[in-house]
């Protein structure tokens, strides 16, 4: 098993910036990917990126490119979200995920509210 704990989480200001992390431990050789969805109230759960945990590469929402940035310290298991430009409509909780070589989120962390303000 994986476990994933998300920080970072908060308040901010459209325009303004915030940087999520996720810690991953227990079993992360078992890790093939690692990424993030989120949820606002009332709306589908949706996918905003996710990272290849060997190669570093690097897969977007539309409606994030350019603005979020996904990276990995493989040395501290940690994977993290540079958000920028941040919108209202970025309101949601966001969720690290985690996924072995078969294929599937299997792994979730609980999750951290970001909160962008107009």
């Known amino acids: 098993q994986v476990q994933l704990v998300e920080s970072g989480g908060g308040l901010v200001q459209a325009g303004g910036s915030l940087r999520l992390s996720c810690e991953a431990s227990?079993?992360?050789?078992?890790?093939?990917?690692m990424g993030w969805f989120r949820q606002a109230p009332e709306k589908e759960r949706e996918f905003v990126g996710h990272?290849?945990?060997?190669?570093?590469?690097?897969n977007y929402a539309d409606f994030v490119k350019g603005r979020f940035t996904i990276s990995r310290d493989k040395a501290q298991n940690t994977m993290h979200l540079q958000m920028n430009s941040l919108r209202p409509e970025d309101t949601a909780v966001y969720y690290c995920v985690g996924s072995g070589s078969s294929g599937g989120y299997h792994y979730w962390g609980q999750g951290t509210q970001v909160t962008v303000s107009s």
């Open positions: 227990g079993r992360t050789f078992n890790l093939y990917a």
């Open positions: 990272i290849s945990w060997h190669g570093g590469h690097t």
